[in-house]
């Protein structure tokens, strides 16, 4: 069976935590870790991409393999062809696929019908690579991420925060959400991590949820998939991440975004810009994360 990268929820702890020590290895000497050369990996995006696509093209080539970049519109995707026959024939062609898409049910058939690793770019739902980077960047700014109360402000029905949930039940720190009442999480997706035994507090009190926070995370409060409109924005202000809401965490929070930002939306120039912030070591950290994963799923790793 193909090691798959869909969610963190599908793996144990114990890989996880393997994961990011292995990043941090990565990271301090690249040139160590090119043992993929004769491999080639393919990003497929149905969706637009920054920092996905650039870091894992410059990641997979860093690592020694090539790299096949498409999109859906230029794919027989875009004529037709099943999504379970495209990745019959892309397992005949390359070695490892990363699929950028909007419904997650997609990717579960391509995974479904692949012999080769098929891994989540992202989806609605979920973007386990971007929180697996978020947690190497706590990790090397925090130390022990389990004993962290790290805070998530603004829509609660998000793709990140859905992945940082399972974090949450991975790694063991406290997530606190605190977000309007209309833009809850789903409540399958906390019942879940309760059972689990994550730690997941859900508040509409921005300023008492920042409290004593050492991580602080949001992201734009209009995500590809959803629908811009004043009331939305209107709704989010107060958990708008700014020097005020900052000033109720503890004076070493880390701020992180995933980017893009939305400047003077969900977070301000001035906390963005300063000390706390992590967001460049953050998007850095994507790479480094993602050159992880790839070595794990295409067997290069001992756990």
Avoid at 226 to 242: A, C, G, H, I
């Amino acid at each position: 069976m193909p090691r798959h990268f869909l969610e963190l929820a599908d793996h144990p702890a114990s890989t996880l935590w393997s994961l990011v020590a292995l990043a941090r290895e990565i990271k301090k000497n690249p040139s160590a870790y090119r043992t993929l050369e004769g491999q080639t990996l393919a990003l497929i995006f149905e969706k637009p991409s920054t920092r996905t696509r650039v870091s894992f093209e410059v990641g997979m080539r860093e690592l020694g393999g090539e790299v096949v970049t498409l999109t859906g519109a230029e794919m027989q995707l875009g004529r037709g062809e099943t999504l379970a026959d495209t990745a019959r024939v892309m397992s005949r062609y390359v070695h490892a696929l990363m699929v950028r898409t909007n419904d997650p049910t997609k990717l579960d058939q391509m995974a479904g019908a692949a012999t080769i690793p098929v891994i989540n770019g992202l989806t609605d739902r979920s973007h386990p690579c971007q929180v697996m980077a978020d947690v190497l960047t706590v990790v090397e700014r925090k130390g022990d991420i389990s004993s962290q109360k790290i805070v998530w402000l603004g829509d609660g029905d998000n793709n990140i925060l859905y992945s940082w949930v399972h974090a949450a039940v991975a790694f063991g720190p406290a997530l606190t959400i605190a977000c309007p009442p209309q833009f809850m999480p789903k409540k399958d997706l906390l019942a879940w991590s309760r059972q689990m035994g994550g730690k997941i507090t859900v508040t509409d009190d921005a300023a008492a949820a920042t409290k004593d926070a050492d991580v602080v995370i949001t992201d734009t409060w209009v995500s590809m998939h959803q629908t811009d409109s004043p009331q939305r924005y209107e709704t989010l202000m107060p958990y708008q991440v700014n020097r005020a809401l900052m000033a109720h965490a503890k004076s070493d929070a880390m701020f992180m975004h995933c980017l893009p930002a939305h400047r003077g939306e969900e977070v301000t120039d001035d906390v963005m810009d300063s000390a706390q912030s992590a967001v460049w070591d953050e998007a850095e950290n994507r790479k480094h994360a993602q050159k992880a994963v790839l070595l794990w799923c295409l067997g290069k790793t001992e756990f």
